[in-house]
């Protein structure tokens, strides 16, 4: 029998949650949220996949109060972290694979440095697929795998990425997706 090191994890998800309180974290919260809020303009509901600590959407719930923004999350530990930031975000627990939703329902599904941590990128594509609205869109953040930050943090031992990541392609990334999703 393994025995998970729980203050190991403990530690790896508030390292995870501290990043956007550092001043390179808020940079890059800055810009995200540029995009977020561009990319979104006109949708009314849409589904945060993989929200982690819900820092952008906290964000985007006070900046637009008229969004209606779903956010589903695996970790029970990060959905903790999340409920601290705000108690009026709609979280669900659930993993990207079986979404616990029903169909055709989202203006805009997104993910934000997270698809690059789901295993199985086919069945979430396709379940992205299915909650989307006909004719909506999908939008993806993925890390660079490449930049310095990435390069540093993956090769700590006690990084979140590390020990989370699934997949470090993003040209292999983008093909699967294309499969999918018409990129534009």
Same mark, same amino acid.
């Given at each position: 029998?393994?025995?998970?090191? /729980?203050?190991?994890?403990?530690?790896?998800?508030?390292?995870?949650?501290?990043?956007?309180?550092?001043?390179? @974290?808020?940079?890059?919260?800055?810009?995200?949220?540029?995009?977020?809020? =561009?990319?979104?303009?006109? #949708?009314? =509901?849409?589904?945060?996949? @993989?929200?982690? %600590?819900?820092?952008?959407?906290?964000?985007?719930?006070?900046?637009? %109060?008229?969004?209606?923004?779903?956010?589903?999350?695996?970790? /029970?530990?990060?959905?903790?972290?999340?409920?601290?930031?705000?108690?009026?975000?709609?979280?669900?627990?659930?993993?990207?694979?079986?979404? %616990?939703?029903?169909?055709?329902?989202?203006? #805009?599904?997104?993910? $934000?440095?997270?698809?690059?941590?789901?295993?199985?990128?086919?069945?979430?594509?396709?379940?992205?697929? =299915?909650?989307?609205? %006909?004719? #909506?869109?999908?939008?993806?953040?993925?890390?660079?795998?490449?930049?310095?930050?990435?390069?540093?943090?993956?090769?700590?031992?006690?990084?979140?990425?590390?020990?989370?990541?699934?997949?470090?392609?993003?040209?292999?990334?983008?093909?699967? $997706?294309?499969?999918?999703?018409?990129?534009?």
């Amino acid at each position: 029998m393994i025995k998970i090191n /729980n203050e190991n994890e403990n530690q790896k998800t508030k390292n995870y949650s501290d990043f956007y309180t550092t001043k390179f @974290g808020k940079t890059i919260l800055e810009k995200e949220l540029l995009i977020l809020n =561009r990319e979104l303009w006109g #949708c009314k =509901r849409v589904l945060s996949i @993989g929200c982690g %600590p819900a820092v952008h959407e906290s964000q985007l719930i006070k900046v637009n %109060p008229n969004l209606d923004v779903i956010s589903i999350e695996p970790s /029970n530990k990060m959905l903790k972290e999340a409920q601290q930031l705000s108690k009026d975000m709609k979280l669900l627990q659930g993993i990207a694979e079986q979404l %616990p939703l029903k169909n055709h329902i989202f203006d #805009c599904v997104y993910f $934000i440095t997270s698809f690059e941590f789901i295993k199985d990128s086919i069945n979430t594509l396709k379940e992205t697929s =299915r909650v989307l609205k %006909p004719g #909506c869109n999908i939008l993806l953040l993925i890390s660079n795998f490449k930049s310095w930050y990435f390069q540093i943090e993956h090769a700590e031992s006690n990084s979140y990425f590390e020990s989370k990541i699934e997949h470090f392609d993003n040209a292999k990334l983008e093909e699967v $997706i294309a499969k999918y999703f018409t990129k534009f």
